[in-house]
């Protein structure tokens, strides 16, 4: 069974398009994220939803859009894609530390590799 | 200034001998959270090891251990008896606070181990 599953994994577009890219974790977790990681693998974090509520929001251009429309669900939609916005997007799962849990480890997907051209 | 700091770009280590990876760190949160992540060739993350900063003792995870160094601010990650399917890229992170939900990530080190 896939813990983190995206959507697809590779997206080939051209400049000026609108495209989503899906993410959905069986995990049971209530935290999920959005990561860019661009083309010398830096890994950073986009956008991070706690129980469908949006809780961080990085310096993330407007024209994309995150929707978490359950829990176990997070997908993210690229308005008028640019060439810049080529990269692998990674979707994380994550559950909040408590008294049972004493590690908040994430779960990654396998990543969807967009190429803008 | 950088939260997570991984000084080496890249590492050789000889198969069967032990390597260690470099990663400090800057916090004034005195809760917090480390993390160490493989990712492959292939490209998925994959999760390794974590410490608490409250932990007393260091994390270990099989071939995995993380020598945490608080005063230091470091959390090294030590691979022994290395492994060709050891090779890939291995990322530093850390989690500040106990509900930031906010992680963030080194720039990594490639590691490549030779046969």
């Known amino acids: 069974d896939t813990a983190v599953s995206q959507t697809p994994k590779y997206l080939v577009t051209q400049m000026g398009n609108d495209k989503s890219i899906k993410c959905e974790q069986n995990?049971?977790?209530?935290?999920m994220y959005w990561y860019k990681q661009d083309s010398k693998k830096f890994l950073k974090i986009m956008f991070s939803?706690?129980?469908?509520?949006?809780?961080i929001n990085e310096t993330v251009p407007n024209r994309f859009s995150p929707k978490s429309p359950d829990k176990a669900h997070l997908n993210l939609h690229i308005n008028s894609l640019e060439l810049g916005d080529s990269a692998v997007y990674f979707c994380?799962?994550?559950?909040?530390?408590?008294?049972?849990?004493?590690?908040?480890?994430?779960?990654f997907g396998p990543g969807t590799r967009l190429t803008v051209t | 200034a950088q939260k997570i700091t991984q000084t080496q770009p890249g590492m050789f280590v000889q198969e069967k001998e032990a390597v260690t990876l470099d990663c400090t760190y800057d916090t004034s949160d005195p809760s917090y959270g480390l993390f160490w992540y493989k990712q492959p060739s292939s490209g998925e993350m994959i999760f390794l090891i974590y410490q608490g900063s409250y932990d007393q003792q260091n994390a270990t995870e099989g071939r995995y251990s993380l020598n945490f160094q608080k005063a230091r601010k470091s959390a090294n990650l030590v691979i022994s008896a290395s492994q060709l399917g050891d090779s890939a890229m291995y990322f530093c992170a850390m989690r500040e606070g106990p509900g930031t939900y906010k992680y963030i990530f080194g720039t990594g080190t490639r590691l490549k181990v030779l046969a």
């Open positions: 939803y706690n129980n469908k509520e949006l809780i």
């Open positions: 995990l049971g977790h209530d935290t």
């Open positions: 994380a799962s994550s559950q909040a530390l408590t008294s049972g849990r004493r590690r908040d480890e994430q779960y």
